[in-house]
């Protein structure tokens, strides 16, 4: 089992950053890829951004390239989201997974999950 936790959402205008983290126990961290989904009312958990297991490979959904970095640090169990200028449609509740597999999209592809961090970005 891995339990994951989530932390650093809140309130923010528009064009500030935010910096989200998630901590992980339980588990060996480093067998995982990780990712950051995120939700918001009415739609669908959609993909952020994913990272592989040594860190060699990101993805990030198109419309948020160049404005979100995914990062994590094995060594603290910590996988983090840079999120930079902020955009009110960024607003939503934004969830860390785990994965086996690096390469997944899909929610369903994932079987650990924090419980979540708000954000709200405002104009």
């Known amino acids: 089992q891995v339990q994951l936790a989530e932390s650093g959402g809140g309130l923010v205008q528009a064009g500030g950053s935010l910096r989200l983290s998630c901590d992980a126990s339980?588990?060996?961290?480093?067998?995982?890829?990780m990712a950051w989904f995120r939700q918001a009312p009415g739609k669908e958990r959609q993909l952020v951004a994913r990272i592989s297991r040594s860190a060699a490979n990101t993805y990030y959904a198109e419309s948020l390239k160049g404005r979100f970095t995914i990062s994590r640090d094995n060594a603290k169990n910590t996988v983090y989201l840079q999120m930079n200028s902020l955009k009110p449609e960024d607003t939503a509740v934004y969830y860390c997974?785990?994965?086996?597999?690096?390469?997944?999209?899909?929610?369903?592809?994932?079987?650990?999950w924090g419980q979540g961090t708000q954000v709200t970005v405002s104009s």
């Open positions: 997974a785990a994965s086996i597999f690096y390469n997944r999209d899909s929610t369903a592809s994932y079987d650990y």
């Open positions: 339980g588990r060996t961290f480093s067998s995982y890829a």
